[in-house]
T-cell receptor
Framework: NAGVTQTPKFQVLKTGQSMTLQCAQD?????MYWYRQDPGMGLRLIYY???????DKGEVPNGYNVSRLNKREFSLRLESAAPSQTSVYFC?????????FGQGTRLTVV | AQSVSQHNHHVILSEAASLELGCNYS??????LFWYVQYPGQHLQLLLK??????LVKGIKGFEAEFIKSKFSFNLRKPSVQWSDTAEYFC?????????????FGSGTRLSIRP
């Protein structure tokens, strides 16, 4: 039982490049989240998906897009990376109870 | 607006000292409350949670938290901290009446324990 799996764990991008962060959960949860974590700012919600086929903007959605491909998978796309998007990204899922987190992706944009 | 406030950004304690981390929330309706811990270089893990019933909740590693509804608070406590408690602690809230309720996190409190 893997829980929430994120890939990749580390990534370095050049400004303007694009990439997709992948997230999959095997707990049959309806809700999935993407957060970014920056020093002193806690966890900020980028996008949220309450169920397959639905997505909602969170606190900091600009520069990101998401796809809820099916119940298991929720991907985050950076179309044109900027240095301000250097951060640690966490995917999470939940169903009524607490959220379960992936291991995180450390992204550096140079 | 839904929000969680953690007023202590960085707490420094000596081993064996008692700990209390503050958490206040703003959220309409019945809530679930959580404390998560993030050890250096790791992801967030659940420390304890409150859904209903006894407002004093016990979690792992000797932590406990008390839900005071009238104060919209859910403070985390530990009678005697250890060096291994060095971590960042996050308070979180979501609505209890919907499985699709978003979980809102506070900005976190960094706890440093001097050996």
């Amino acid at each position: 039982n893997a829980g929430v799996t994120q890939t990749p764990k580390f990534q370095v991008l050049k400004t303007g490049q694009s990439m997709t962060l992948q997230c999959a959960q095997d707990m049959n949860h309806n809700s999935m989240y993407w957060y970014r974590q920056d020093p002193g700012m806690g966890l900020r919600l980028i996008y949220y998906s309450a169920s397959e086929g639905t997505t909602d903007k969170g606190e900091v959605p600009n520069g990101y897009n998401v796809s809820r491909l099916n119940k298991r998978e929720f991907s985050l796309r950076l179309e044109s990376a900027a240095p301000s998007q250097t951060s640690v990204y966490f995917c999470a899922s939940s169903e009524w109870t607490e959220a379960f987190f992936g291991q995180g992706t450390r992204l550096t944009v140079v | 607006a839904q929000s969680v406030s953690q007023h202590n950004h960085h707490v420094i304690l000596s081993e064996a000292a008692s700990l209390e981390l503050g958490c206040n929330y703003s959220y309409g309706g019945t809530v679930n409350l959580f404390w998560y811990v993030q050890y250096p270089g790791q992801h967030l893990q659940l420390l304890l949670k409150y859904f209903s019933g006894d407002p004093l909740v016990k979690g792992i590693k000797g932590f406990e938290a008390e839900f005071i509804k009238s104060k919209f608070s859910f403070n985390l406590r530990k009678p005697s901290v250890q060096w291994s408690d060095t971590a960042e602690y996050f308070c979180a809230v979501n609505g209890a009446l919907s499985s699709a309720s978003k979980i809102i996190f506070g900005s976190g409190t960094r706890l440093s324990i001097r050996p």
